[in-house]
């Protein structure tokens, strides 16, 4: 579906946002020097490309992919001389700034990422909350990343009868607030790990508040028990060889279930082979304009009561985990280009590289989130790629007649 283009009203708020000083404004600079103290990574002594300046030209380098790196730190540097008129210094070489970049490695940039990357929506922003409880969702994404070797024994690469083919691939499990698409949370892995192992680690990202929709893919007894602690409710799509025991038909259709742990997973210890859970199960086809359905789904859920939560109702609120794929066609797509690879050829840096552009991304849904609390328009029906379009035209300091103070541009001695 067509997103809603910004009229002259959304664009002039747009431009005086999405600027590098608004950047600087969603992931401040102290907190970007406190993640770098806090790792280690503080620069120590005077240095052409000081740490936290290095953040901000990662982040640039995900809102610029189509540009070289030396010219995403033109734009940087320029935008900063402009706004605190700092003296013009020679750009750095791109081999040194593969060296600040391996200096900082990927961690700065995880920590930057879980600290700034909070749900933006509030109960009255519309279309972000179902009941009472925000949705969120969960879901995986590829990749793909430059074919070398250090990548290859990193990420693994795809193979079938005939050998490996095409290029190795950063597989990654993301958390995002459905309704605002803002990503809440996120962790990189390889070829290996699978999407449910990864969102595992990212459980503390979840809250009482949550509605948490994810596919058929997360479904394990021990994942829906641990989640089910921490979140409001759940619904996610299951397996068709999952068989839960049916304990009680209801009106609406849907049923009651019993949940137990698969041989597997009592095998690891992961639950013991006593523990069950009750839950509600959902069976249905989506019927699409032309007469034809779908394959048949099957939901389950933590909201038991059919009379406060009908199937009809949760069936249709599942269709929301899609915002994750939308949310992630704006990021390979219109962010970094579909037919781009990642451009680092480090697995050290293609980390460092995934988490700049999560962090740009962010950026943009934030200032989105903010735009449309002007019109009272749900943050979602506002176009994306003209949003992008905005930020790339305008991202230079806003004319001040107050200078706050400059950041430094050297690193500490």
């Not at 982040?59 to 540097?77: C, M, Q, W």
């Not at 900063?80 to 013009?88: D, H, I, V, Y």
């Not at 509030?122 to 279309?127: C, E, K, R, S, Y």
């Not at 451009?343 to 989105?368: I, K």
């Amino acid at each position: 579906m067509p997103r809603k283009p910004m009229d002259g009203g959304r664009i002039g708020v747009m431009a005086s946002q999405l600027s590098l000083a608004a950047v600087m404004e969603t992931i401040p600079m102290h907190a970007t020097r406190r993640v770098l103290r806090e790792t280690g990574r503080e620069s120590q002594r005077e240095r052409l490309l000081p740490a936290h300046l290095v953040v901000y030209l990662v982040i640039l380098l995900a809102l610029y992919a189509e540009v070289s790196v030396r010219e995403n730190l033109r734009i940087l540097l320029e935008a900063l001389r402009a706004r605190f008129s700092l003296p013009a210094d020679k750009p750095a070489v791109d081999s040194a700034v593969t060296k600040a970049r391996r200096r900082l490695g990927p961690e700065p940039f995880r920590r930057l990422f879980a600290e700034i990357a909070r749900p933006l929506a509030t109960p009255q922003t519309p279309g972000c909350f179902w009941r009472g409880m925000r949705l969120v969702a969960a879901d995986g994404t590829w990749l793909d990343v430059q074919h070398t070797s250090a990548n290859v024994e990193r990420f693994g690469i795809h193979a079938n009868q005939h050998g490996a083919a095409g290029y190795p691939a950063l597989h990654a499990a993301v958390l995002l607030e459905c309704g605002t698409r803002a990503p809440l949370g996120a962790a990189a892995g390889g070829e290996h790990d699978s999407e449910g192992a990864l969102f595992d680690t990212l459980s503390e990202r979840l809250s009482e508040e949550m509605l948490l929709l994810a596919d058929r893919h997360y479904y394990s007894f021990a994942r829906w028990r641990d989640c089910q602690k921490r979140c409001g409710a759940l619904l996610w799509r299951i397996r068709a060889n999952l068989k839960p025991r049916v304990i009680e038909r209801l009106e609406d259709g849907s049923a009651l279930v019993e949940l137990k742990p698969s041989g597997k997973l009592t095998g690891k210890r992961l639950a013991d082979k006593s523990e069950r859970l009750k839950a509600r199960m959902l069976e249905y086809e989506v019927a699409f304009a032309d007469g034809s359905k779908g394959q048949p789904t099957r939901l389950l859920t933590t909201l038991l009561d059919p009379l406060k939560h009908p199937a009809e109702e949760l069936a249709g609120m599942y269709a929301e985990r899609w915002s994750a794929e939308t949310g992630f066609d704006e990021l390979k797509t219109h962010l970094k280009g579909s037919p781009r690879v990642l451009r680092s050829q480090l697995p050290e840096l293609v980390e460092q590289e995934f988490f700049g552009f999560l962090l740009a991304y962010y950026v943009v849904r934030a200032t989105m989130f903010q735009a449309a609390l002007k019109n009272g328009d749900p943050p979602g029906e506002l176009s994306f790629v003209h949003a992008v379009r905005v930020i790339r035209r305008k991202l230079a300091f806003p004319p001040s007649k107050q200078n706050s103070g400059a950041p430094e541009m050297e690193g500490n001695s």
